[in-house]
């Protein structure tokens, strides 16, 4: 196993990259639905720091695999059949959600873990056997310290449960560490435009969650005669945010800014914001539903706020790590932090929150692309 030519020209993800992130969308499917119910019975504090902790370790098995596959994919035999293996992990972690979320039993999503990590270490240890001089000390660094870590994590098992939070923090901030040290003395040969393609891809698929489950929620509520009236605008509302969702995301390319390590870590770390707030909005979007049909236990006002926060998060950090970078101008720099700023005031229309959130986002847009025609953007400058 050698690693791929940053330089490589049409470098595109491949199916068997696809298939993988498809196979997280249960993940992802299974931390959203437990916000739900937590958050529909009342219970924000236990349902939001659930959710974070959940959605960190889906996040960061992602991207183990994302830039790994970046640097050394081969896509041979053995390499498929490891990626597969990973898979598998995926499935068990995601089997294990709800007994962690509920009862805090994270035995399942441990082994779903082990499962992943074997499989990324021998990844590792097969990129070091083909290589040599600090390449392969890079390689081994990556496998010792994603070895440590999941050692780490057995503390999840053997501490009370009122403790999770706290090892999720040290030990999050252990493996975020992983890729700082590894890479001390020499990156990877992660391809720019093809992980800028592979976030964008997860980023579609977060957002067909989304999508996926205000549209359960809805029908459901429809199925229960609940009235039409009510569920139509929280249903335009929601679509008009997860389009604007899509398109803000995808206003500038975002490959060209990725030119050193720092600058691509601190991206792909912000994006577990992105993530987390965009799987979040779907989340929103049912309690709303759930909430006008008079099935949660929450007031119109906590209602609004499980999905206008997230929304006004997903666009504030967007712009942070994402959009900014290509603005020219106060004008265009101002747009999305204003709009955050609105969607989050929104809160205070209580059951007419998400139709009013939909609306300042699709404003969003329809601003973003009139300054962006009649300035153009830092792209074209360089």
Known sequence: MRARSRAEAHRAATPLELFFDLCFVVAVAQAGRQLVHALAEGHPGHGVTGYLMLFFAIWWAWVNFSWFSSAYDTDDALYRVV?????????????????AFTAG???IVWFGYLVMRLALVSQ?????HGTRGTERRTALHYALGVTVCQVGWLALLFLPAA???WVFIVMGLLELSVPAVAERDRRTSWHPHHIAERYGLFTIIVLGETVSAATVAVQ?????????????????????LVF?????????????????????????YG????????????AGIEIAVEESAG??????????????????????????????????GPAQQLVLPVAAALVLACTFAGSAAVPAAGLVAALTVAVGVTLTARQGTALEEE
């Open 83 to 99: 990626t597969l293996v990973q898979i598998a992990g995926v499935l068990i972690l995601a089997a294990g959600v709800p007994r």
């Open 220 to 240: 459901s509520a429809l199925d229960e005669h609940h009235d039409l009236a009510t569920l139509l605008p929280i249903a335009a509302g929601g679509l008009l």
């Open 295 to 328: 099935r949660a236990h929450l007031s119109a006002y906590a209602a609004a706020a499980c999905a206008t926060v997230p929304a006004a998060l997903y666009l504030f950090t967007v712009w942070l790590i994402h959009s900014r970078h290509q603005k020219r």
């Open 105 to 107: 039993d994270f035995r």
């Open 124 to 128: 590792w240890l097969r990129a070091a």
């Open 163 to 165: 403790d999770a939070p």
């Open 271 to 282: 994006h577990y914001l992105v993530f987390g707030s965009a799987a979040a909005i779907g």
């Open 244 to 268: 604007a969702a899509y398109w803000i995301y995808f206003a500038v390319p975002i490959h060209l800014h990725l030119r050193t390590s720092r600058q691509a870590f601190l991206w792909g």
